[in-house]
């Protein structure tokens, strides 16, 4: 069903979704927080429909973090030093689609971003978001685990790259036997995910009868 952020605007005086703030995750069992951030990322999947006119972003995002049951904070102090505020409106009109979809089309406009930290979803500008950089580790499918040199490679090659610090960008990589430890913001991680799938996929394809 789809739901209108703008006839549900709360009143200047109600909370406000801003940095310090950190709404509660849905499952309270889990308490693990690299658990956390791993549901968290999951939430990014989750399909939802957003109306919203000219909402301010402060109350779009608490909104947001309700109707998903999702924490999401916005920096404010970040994004002061863009020029931007919690006031600045949001018009935006998406029908069943992923958090991440509304997360990215709501943010891309106004030149902002989010992360995945301290176990909630922070909406910060591009250079804060490059300055607080997410380790995660990969392990390769057996299809992919003698060759991590030609993963990096392709990885560095076709994920955003003109980030990875052989070019004198902040993100780094690099193979033990057949993992992959990479430092990189959430949206490369998300592309580092769907290129791994697309490949293992395309390998089992490949070897099908």
């Known amino acids: 069903m789809r739901t209108s952020l703008a006839q549900q605007a709360p009143a200047a005086n109600e909370e406000k979704t801003d940095a310090g703030e950190k709404p509660a995750v849905q499952d309270p069992t889990v308490t693990d927080p690299a658990a956390i951030e791993k549901q968290l ?48 409106p949001v018009s935006l009109s998406l029908n069943n689609v ?8 709501t943010l891309r406009p106004l030149g902002l971003a989010y992360a995945i ?57 690099v193979a033990i036997n057949n993992l992959l430890i990479v430092s990189a913001t959430e949206h490369t991680h998300e592309q580092i995910d769907s290129l791994l799938q697309k490949i293992e996929a395309a390998l089992q394809t490949r070897k099908s009868p």
């Not at 992923?98 to 089309?105: A, D, G, H, Q, T």
């Open 117 to 173: 930290q301290d176990e909630v979803i922070h909406i910060m500008t591009h250079e804060a978001v490059e300055g607080n950089l997410v380790t995660r580790v990969y392990a390769l499918a057996d299809s992919l685990k003698d060759k991590p040199k030609k993963v990096i490679h392709v990885i560095i090659s076709t994920v955003n790259p003109d980030t990875w610090e052989v070019i004198g960008g902040p993100s780094t990589i």
């Open 98 to 105: 992923s958090l991440r979809s509304v997360l990215r089309n």
């Open 41 to 88: 990322r999951s939430k990014l999947s989750q399909k939802t429909s957003i109306e919203a006119s000219e909402l301010p972003l402060k109350q779009f995002l608490k909104l947001l973090s309700e109707q998903t049951d999702t924490p999401i904070v916005l920096d404010a102090r970040s994004i002061e030093e863009i020029g931007l505020s919690g006031e600045v």
